[in-house]
């Protein structure tokens, strides 16, 4: 049973567009986190939320307790922007442990 | 900015040796974590650490892994016999409490190929 659920898997878009990655997820939660990982596979945390929206430049992330619905907004899309994005949900059943999605591959074309 | 740290970057090894993999977390967090991400796959959680002892612990943390806080800094997990399906990408992350509202904050990671 997955309990997150990310779309798309795979985003290719031109330098300037705006993206959207969704995130579904099937469990309470007391928490989430966006999540960026590059190709040589470090993880950097963009955003942890737990109710309403939260922006850093130009990535906004929202979510809908209600709905157990994320969304991770990109504006002005850019070639550094390129990276795997993944969505990671606190239940809250499991103590501090986090259940990750299997990841959204972004490739931003100049 | 502080920031988790792991070494070494990569570890090669023969299977059915020992590994050692290293992590210091950020020095006022006192929650620390495991994670790993066999190539391909989503990130698995492994095992929390507190207050010197494991709180939690997945199905994959077996009698073959263990986790030590040695000293005040460090934060170490190891392989006691390494096989060809512990290869991956070992993750370190702490946060400074437990709760909705603490950030978990990952290291760079730690390759570790079996061979």
């Known amino acids: 049973k997955n309990e997150v659920e990310q779309s798309p898997q795979n985003l290719t878009a031109q330098e300037g567009e705006f993206i959207t990655i969704n995130c579904s997820y099937s469990v309470g939660i007391s928490a989430l986190h966006w999540l960026q990982q590059h190709p040589g596979g470090g993880i950097v945390s963009l955003f942890m939320?737990?109710?309403g929206k939260k922006k850093h430049g130009r990535l906004i992330a929202t979510i809908n307790i209600q709905e157990k619905h994320s969304s991770l907004h990109i504006t002005a899309s850019h070639p550094r922007d390129s990276a795997v994005y993944i969505c990671a949900v606190l239940p809250m059943e499991y103590g501090n442990k986090l259940v990750f999605g299997a990841g959204t591959i972004l490739r931003v074309k100049s | 900015e502080p920031e988790v740290t792991q070494t070494p970057s990569h570890q090669v090894t023969q299977m059915g040796q020992e590994v050692i993999l290293r992590c210091v977390p950020i020095s006022n967090h006192l929650y620390f974590y495991w994670y790993r991400q066999i190539l391909g796959q989503k990130v698995e959680f492994l095992v929390s650490?507190?207050?010197?002892?494991?709180?939690?612990k997945s199905e994959i943390f077996d009698d073959q892994f263990s986790v030590e806080r040695p000293d005040g800094s460090n934060f170490t997990l190891k392989i006691r016999s390494t096989k060809l399906e512990d290869s991956a990408m070992y993750f370190c992350a702490s946060s400074p409490s437990l709760g909705e509202v603490n950030e978990q904050f990952f290291g760079p990671g730690t390759r570790l190929t079996v061979l």
């Open positions: 939320l737990s109710s």
């Open positions: 650490f507190y207050n010197n002892e494991i709180s939690e």
